[in-house]
């Protein structure tokens, strides 16, 4: 064994950025000797080995993690000096290369091999215009962008441009609930507010009942002398538009099958501007069809006709009506008509929807178009009316302006129908574009409707054909009119559903059945309805002032039952009425 002694220290320039370690008094002869003529400390240092010998324990082995202090048991053996025993850098090992540690990971380490020089000028190259700097800022902006995005940006975007919709894929929704605007409507910088839209832009949609949520198709005959039978797969949604077709086709014995749709009990609204954009089916060369976009009571349930005995079309408050007591040649006609039984006139405790006996209800009818041709020039016009009872002497209403005004004489005039048994018809008829019939073109009708049982001289309602004002009535039109003694009519102050039909009856206008052509359909692209700002329970069937829901409830054999068409039929009684009876 070679004898050990303690090899000078390269110079601090060699090695001027390792600490020294102190000398401890019992470290002479602590180290084993290097074979010098093999390897010398400037081959070492020449090397760029500092590191390597911080390492091995030749540099700085006083103390520290890399310190050289063998035991005496250790003495004089072949042992390592370094803690990594890849590296022993004895003398043993005859060329630098086999001295070299590639798996020692302080080689290369800044940390534990510092060059203050270049530390220093590093420290002092610091500039707010460093490409290097920015590039850091940089990416450290887009990823907080990014995890902002996908964390909150995302949900919001997703939530705003997905339509949420049932599971039929009917309606966009409000988060657990329908909701009552349909995403794809348009903005028209309309004054009013959009309360309630669809516009049929979901193809395949059915309404069967339970199918949607706003529309249900009806399964009956409707008691209008109808040619058809009403039935739900008639009704549609295709290209963009609801579609109602009529099929020459037998079924419960009548050899036509076509549709009727409804909002009833679903959506209703009291007051408001609806708009709808249509195109009529058939021809005006071939009259006979009779397609209806029309608003109702909700107490009243189209085609079920034991819910619209006694009720349909009153829109009357007053308790003086059809005294029939009083002989009268000019009461003939009202008396015919059948008794308010939801007047205002209701004994106390009688069966009434309410909010009290001493208001009066009933089911009002706006018809925002049915359409006929004028077999005198075979063009289309649509009628729009208000359906009321109780009626005038011989039906004449006071039309004169400014309680009735008519825009354009030269396209709009007073419909020749005033009425029937069951009710007054306050009716004009405005000529149509033919251009605008089975699905080749569209125009949009409607009615703005406004009434306030606070103030109720300030009702009207205005209808509109074609984009364009057509005709209007105001309470004047329904003045009380002492020759049958009956007070104003209202302005309706029930919530109103919506309807579409394509129906045929001879008691609307005969068929010409060697021009009309089957099947036949007519489309809706959009139903809209606008409502003043800041009304308060004007959407829905069951208003406070004006409750539906319960008695509906209380009476749902009538109501859910087409082919109960007496109130009777249903098992039910009409409530006393202090005019006819002693309450």
């Excluded at 911080?54 to 993690?65: C, E, L, N, Q, T």
């Excluded at 959506?267 to 608003?295: H, Q």
């Excluded at 419909?415 to 048994?421: A, E």
């Amino acid at each position: 064994m070679q004898s050990q002694q303690r090899r000078p220290p390269p110079s601090a320039q060699d090695y001027y950025a390792v600490p020294q370690s102190p000398q401890a008094p019992n470290m002479q002869n602590s180290h084993p000797s290097y074979n010098t003529s093999e390897t010398s400390w400037k081959d070492i240092l020449t090397q760029g080995a500092i590191a390597q010998g911080v390492a091995s324990g030749v540099i700085g082995a006083g103390y520290g993690p890399y310190s050289y202090n063998p035991t005496s048991v250790r003495e004089g053996a072949f042992n390592n000096g370094s803690r990594f025993s890849c590296c022993p850098l004895r003398g043993i090992i005859g060329n630098m290369e086999a001295r070299k540690c590639p798996a020692d990971p302080d080689l290369d380490d800044a940390l534990h091999n510092p060059d203050p020089a270049h530390d220093a000028a590093l420290d002092n190259s610091f500039t707010l215009c460093s490409a290097r700097g920015w590039a850091n800022v940089g990416t450290l902006f887009v990823l907080v962008v990014g995890l902002i995005t996908l964390f909150a940006g995302y949900p919001i975007i997703h939530y705003f441009t997905t339509n949420r919709i049932n599971v039929t894929g009917q309606v966009p929704s409000l988060p657990g609930l329908p909701s009552l605007i349909d995403a794809d409507t348009p903005s028209d910088g309309n004054t009013y507010q959009l309360v309630f839209s669809d516009e049929f832009n979901t193809d395949g949609r059915t309404f069967w009942p339970g199918d949607d949520p706003f529309w249900e198709a009806e399964n009956l005959h409707y008691c209008a002398g109808d040619l058809e039978w009403y039935y739900p797969s008639a009704v549609t949604t295709q290209n963009g538009k609801l579609t109602i077709t009529m099929t020459e086709q037998p079924m419960n014995n009548l050899n036509f099958v076509s549709g009727m749709v409804t909002s009833w009990n679903k959506f209703c609204f009291t007051t408001g501007y609806i708009e709808v954009s249509m195109s009529m089916p058939g021809s005006p060369l071939a009259p006979g069809l009779w397609p209806g976009a029309w608003t109702m009571g909700n107490l009243g349930r189209a085609g079920y006709g034991g819910t619209t005995e006694g009720t349909w079309p009153y829109s009357y408050t007053a308790c003086d009506c059809r005294n029939a007591s009083e002989p009268n040649s000019k009461l003939v006609l009202l008396q015919q008509l059948p008794v308010n039984v939801l007047s205002s006139c209701t004994c106390p405790g009688g069966d009434h929807p309410g909010p009290s006996v001493s208001v009066g209800r009933g089911v009002p009818e706006i018809d925002i178009l049915e359409t006929q041709v004028d077999v005198s020039v075979f063009k289309g016009q649509v009628s729009q009316s208000f359906q009321t009872a109780p009626y005038n002497y011989m039906y004449q209403f006071n039309n004169a302006s400014p309680a009735t005004t008519i825009n354009d004489t030269a396209i709009t005039q007073l419909n020749t129908y005033v009425g029937g048994l069951y009710q007054q018809a306050l009716s004009a008829v405005t000529y149509i574009d033919s251009n605008n019939y089975a699905g080749q073109g569209y125009a949009t009708y409607g009615f703005e409707w406004w009434s306030n049982p606070s103030n109720r001289p300030s009702g009207y309602i205005t209808w509109y054909s074609e984009s364009a004002q057509t005709w209007k009535i105001t309470p004047n039109s329904i003045e009380a009119d002492s020759t049958v003694q009956i007070s104003d009519r209202l302005i309706p102050e029930e919530p109103m559903y919506i309807v579409f039909n394509l129906g045929m009856a001879p008691s609307f206008q005969e068929q010409d059945f060697m021009h009309l052509q089957f099947p036949t359909t007519m489309y809706v692209d959009y139903v809209r309805v606008y409502q003043r700002e800041g009304l308060q329970n004007a959407i829905g069937c069951d208003p406070p002032g004006h409750p539906t829901a319960s008695y509906i409830n209380a009476h749902l054999n009538a109501y859910t039952n087409p082919n109960v068409t007496t109130w009777a039929q249903g098992g039910y009684q009409f409530p006393s009425n202090s005019l006819v009876d002693t309450c």
